[in-house]
T-cell receptor, first 114, second 111 residues
Framework: ETGVTQSPTHLIKTRGQQVTLRCSSQSGHNTVSWYQQALGQGPQFIFQYYREEENGRGNFPPRFSGLQFPNYSSELNVNALELDDSALYLC?????????????FGEGSWLTVV | AQSVTQPDIHITVSEGASLELRCNYSYGATPYLFWYVQSPGQGLQLLLKYFSGDTLVQGIKGFEAEFKRSQSSFNLRKPSVHWSDAAEYFCAVGSPSQFYFGTGTSLTVIP
């Protein structure tokens, strides 16, 4: 149990639609990162938020966007869904400087785009 | 460019046998190093981590890993594998702001 919870666990969307995924980070963790894990692949870094500001971004288009709220929970929004967006989306929280900057992952949200 | 290579896509070992999973990386500085395990349909569970100090680190479930700077490697080992160790294993390297993962090694354990 990592203390990181994600919702929903599974969802199906149609190409062109928009989706919002949610993450509640471990208590006190002010940094949240999002990763996309396609089937048979390792997780790919999407972006990171630190104290409500984007703190780094991977090689993902602008239709992938995020928010972090004052309680450090977070959302990942994906617009204009494409079939290749089908993946497991993982949220990870951390507290820089604590526990060696270890990141703790949630169980993920499975997104299927049809 | 930063990258992580796990050269073994799939490994099969007998229960009770020893295990070594390989991880090589390319990174501009000494990175933070992690091994995670993922069971089917699950998230990632941290096995162990290295930031500095003793290059041999101990983790949960009897796993250990050794950081070899000269070889840019961080191989995971276990002296005696249990059937419950069957899963996907990911090596990750990076800084606190971004981590890079390998493509994973799938472990099958046979009786």
């Amino acid at each position: 149990e990592t203390g990181v919870t994600q919702s929903p666990t599974h969802l199906i969307k149609t190409r062109g639609q928009q989706v919002t995924l949610r993450c509640s980070s471990q208590s006190g963790h002010n940094t949240v990162s999002w990763y996309q894990q396609a089937l048979g692949q390792g997780p790919q870094f999407i972006f990171q938020y630190y104290r409500e500001e984007e703190n780094g971004r991977g090689n993902f288009p602008p239709r992938f966007s995020g928010l972090q709220f004052p309680n450090y929970s977070s959302e990942l929004n994906v617009n204009a869904l494409e079939l290749d967006d089908s993946a497991l989306y993982l949220c990870a929280s951390s507290l820089p400087g604590s526990s060696g900057n270890t990141i703790y992952f949630g169980e993920g949200s499975w997104l299927t785009v049809v | 460019a930063q990258s992580v290579t796990q050269p073994d896509i799939h490994i099969t070992v007998s229960e009770g046998a020893s295990l070594e999973l390989r991880c090589n990386y390319s990174y501009g500085a000494t990175p933070y190093l992690f091994w995670y395990v993922q069971s089917p349909g699950q998230g990632l569970q941290l096995l162990l981590k290295y930031f500095s100090g003793d290059t041999l680190v101990q983790g949960i479930k009897g796993f250990e890993a050794e950081f070899k700077r000269s070889q840019s490697s961080f191989n995971l080992r276990k002296p005696s594998v249990h059937w419950s160790d069957a899963a996907e294993y990911f090596c990750a390297v990076g800084s606190p702001s971004q981590f890079y993962f390998g493509t994973g090694t799938s472990l099958t354990v046979i009786p």
